[in-house]
């Protein structure tokens, strides 16, 4: 079992910036990728950006240019930065990692507890 603890999150005005954090800890062997979804009422869960062990990163085409995704290998988080927010921004974000707890795999998947980000005026 991985633990995923995020922090971050609130009530932002439209173009402002907010900033959200996610610390794993457990069993973890390697970790193929790390990113942050969200969700709005209503809608499916979504894909906001992803960053791999590799370093290549993904971003959702309506984020790109005001999120930036970053890591920490060495605590195991992952960060996202949001600027420039928008009211279709509002939503829960998910923290996410695809990792293998051993040499064996497979590979699993474990989510983090989920924040509140709105943006309203």
């Known amino acids: 079992q991985v633990h995923l603890v995020e922090s971050g999150g609130g009530l932002v005005q439209p173009g402002g910036s907010l900033s959200v954090s996610c610390a794993a800890s457990g069993n973890i062997f390697r970790i193929v990728a790390m990113g942050w979804y969200r969700q709005a009422p209503g809608k499916e869960r979504e894909l906001v950006a992803s960053i791999n062990a590799g370093g290549g990163i993904n971003y959702l085409d309506s984020v790109k240019g005001r999120f930036t995704i970053s890591r920490d290998n060495t605590n195991n988080a992952v960060y996202l930065q949001m600027n420039s927010l928008k009211p279709e921004d509002t939503a829960v974000y998910y923290c996410?990692?695809?990792?293998?707890?051993?040499?064996?795999?497979?590979?699993?998947?474990?989510w983090g507890q989920g924040t509140q980000v709105t943006v309203s005026s």
């Open positions: 996410n990692i695809y990792y293998y707890s051993n040499y064996d795999g497979p590979a699993q998947v474990d």
